[in-house]
């Protein structure tokens, strides 16, 4: 079980300030623990270590960088079951689902380990003299660490999307201050508490529950040199606004569609239907690249809309800590509720419901719609939650016209045989990623990941978010 209380991580050490954010379990309500929270004053502390530690984590060996990182690879592993059961209970995540987030933040920050002794695009020597004015100069680059840096985490990856911007950070050697989401802030907390093993340079990480007003100094400080959030686009968008001069990546939100192409027969579309059944309703449909839309040929629609629905309804809702649960609780009777009203919303509007559609507290049915009007919520807006919408088309280029009818961009699933359709889903899609074969939920931790429109700016993976935490410095030399 979890600790009774956890404290904040201000410039390397715990601080046991308060007790003040209870941390609930999501699925029977009840407080589970009690964590520190921090305020406007303990976040200028922060922000006053992190510069004071930027030149030593820019002078930190690259050995040294490795060494940090693998000793939270080494302990990640020891404590695994414990970090599983903590994300089980304060994000409601099925205990299969959390062992699987585990394994991510250990492949995340090895990953990371392997990175920090060979940062990508590294350097180069290269000649100038590409005219006669230039004759005699020589031109050698290389990439330096931005500075300090702010993150901002969501509930629904409690540990990789906190390892997706520590991690990276760390390798690049940047000081940096975390706020984890409220709602599941124990994971960061632990990885904190490992964290304060090391011999980092005092001044080097913070990890600072806070407020929402109290996370105003993550973004506004001028100290600060880069803002990474993962969240909604509603916040992303208008704390890149206020975010004045610094870098900022936004990992936002979706609404991920995945086609189904006619030719998709036999065993291949039995695996799509399980592929597209996980990819819709694993952790309860809270992921930014969940299937949302599921957009089938007329030839085989009648076919994946009978095998969808009676997956469907084999799932099996409850307890996450049960082995054999696959459906959880959403993260709050407020969200549970706002879906089933686009839900029923549609349904008002002539949907039909195939299978599912009711709620009883945090515990959403996983649910199938089809005969959806294009213009309600749970087709233009991300639903967050276990719901998906079908519908038919005739032709591939407009399947592809239906996936980019969206003010959304972040990956986009294709089931086809046809090398040709593929390559020109990849050329034509407005996303981030197309994944062939496979659902949009899809993701390994060393690709690049993000999107485009209100999906957001930037890319994840460990490597992609190294160069936004670094810089290019230009050095020429003339030799007379």
Known sequence: MLKETYPYYLANEAVEANTDLDVMDKYSGEVAT?????DAEAIDRAIDAS????????????????????HCVNRFQERFEEM?????????KPIKDSRGEVTRLIDTFRIAAEESVRLPGSGEVFPMDISARARGYTGQWKRVPIGPCSFIAPFNFPLNLVAHKVAPALAAGCPFILKPASMTPVGALIIGEILAETDLPRGAFSVLPCRRDGADLFTVDERLKLLSFTGSPDVGWALKARAGKKKVVLELGGNAAVIVDGDTQGPHLEDAIDRIIFGAFYQSGQSCIGVQRIIVHRDIYDDVRDKLSAATRKLKRGDPKNEDTFIGPMISEAEASRLQGWIDEAVEAGATVLCGGAREGVMMEPTLLENVDTTLSIQRKEAFGPVAVLSAFADFDEAIRMVNDSVFGLQTGIFTRDLYKAQRAWDELDVGGVIIGDAP?????????????????????VRWAIEDMTEVRLMVVRTP
Do not use: F, N
Request: some cysteine; overall charge neutral.
């Open 441 to 461: 939920s899809w993701r390994v931790d060393h690709m690049p990941y993000g999107g485009v429109k209100d999906s957001g700016l930037g890319r994840e993976g």
């Open 84 to 92: 599983a059961l903590a994300l089980c209970i304060e994000a409601g």
């Open 51 to 70: 510069v004071e530690a930027t030149v030593p984590m820019r002078r930190l060996p690259a050995y040294q960088r490795e060494d940090v990182l693998q």
């Open 34 to 38: 009690r964590v520190a929270l921090a």
